[in-house]
Every structure is written in structure tokens, then in C-alpha cells.
């Protein structure tokens, strides 16, 4: 198991940037396949962004060229840099991690066993 902790969500005005990070606490985080959903009170959560343990990654199309996931393994610590940020993409904003995996099962949340408590990211327009 694995404890996650998000930061730096906050309210920014669209065109804007935000960088959200996630420490994972416990041990081999380097073995662990991270990934970023996201969910409004209308919406079942979805897929944002993952990398793999071996560093592959993977974004949703609406998120595609405007965000970028990337880990630290040395500070246990996965980061999802946000810029021209829209008001669609005001949500909450989870991380979550899974041991190992591969590049095709990434963007399934029931592939994960352990999920943070969350971020909000407010996006005004």
C-alpha cells in the first residue's frame, strides 16, 4: 500500500497555469504506475493522465499538448503540469497508483489500489 497526498490545486483564471503534485509515502514508488483523473459532481471520474513505472505516458485527448505528467522517483513524487487551462477543466483532481502495469491498462481506474484525497482545480472564464 501506498499513502497519496495531492497539492496545488487552487483557482486560476483560463489561459492560466497550475502544476499539481502527489508524494507517495511507503516504499519502491518507483514500481508503482501513477495516474491523474479527475471528476465534477456530473461526471463519473475519468482519465487525465498516467506514466508508467518504466516512465510511458499517456494523456486524454482534451488534455493532450496542454498538460504534462512526469515523476521524480527520488522524491517519491508525481507531478501534472497544467498550462492554457479552460473552464472545463475545473474538477477535482486525483492521483492514484498501482504496482507495475503497463501502458494499455493505464487510463482504467479500477486498475488502481490506492487513491489520494483529492484537488480541486477552479478554472474561471
Known amino acids: 500500500q501506498v499513502q497519496l497526498v495531492e497539492s496545488g490545486g487552487g483557482l486560476v483564471q483560463a489561459g492560466g497555469s497550475l502544476r499539481l503534485s502527489c508524494a507517495a509515502s511507503?516504499?519502491?514508488?518507483?514500481?508503482?504506475?501513477m495516474g491523474w483523473f479527475r471528476q465534477t459532481p456530473a461526471e463519473a471520474r475519468e482519465f487525465v493522465a498516467g506514466?508508467?513505472?518504466?516512465?510511458?505516458?499517456l494523456y486524454a485527448d482534451s488534455v493532450k499538448d496542454r498538460f504534462t505528467i512526469s515523476r521524480d522517483n527520488v522524491k517519491n513524487t508525481v507531478y501534472l503540469q497544467m498550462n492554457s487551462l479552460k473552464s472545463e477543466d475545473t474538477a477535482v483532481y486525483y492521483c492514484?497508483?498501482?504496482?507495475?502495469?503497463?501502458?494499455?491498462?493505464?487510463?482504467?481506474?479500477?486498475?488502481?489500489?490506492?487513491w489520494g484525497q483529492g484537488t480541486q482545480v477552479t478554472v474561471s472564464s
Open positions: 492514484a497508483a498501482r504496482v507495475f502495469g503497463t501502458i494499455s491498462t493505464i487510463r482504467h481506474p479500477g486498475e488502481y489500489d490506492n
Open positions: 511507503g516504499r519502491s514508488f518507483s514500481r508503482f504506475g
Open positions: 506514466i508508467t513505472w518504466t516512465g510511458s505516458t
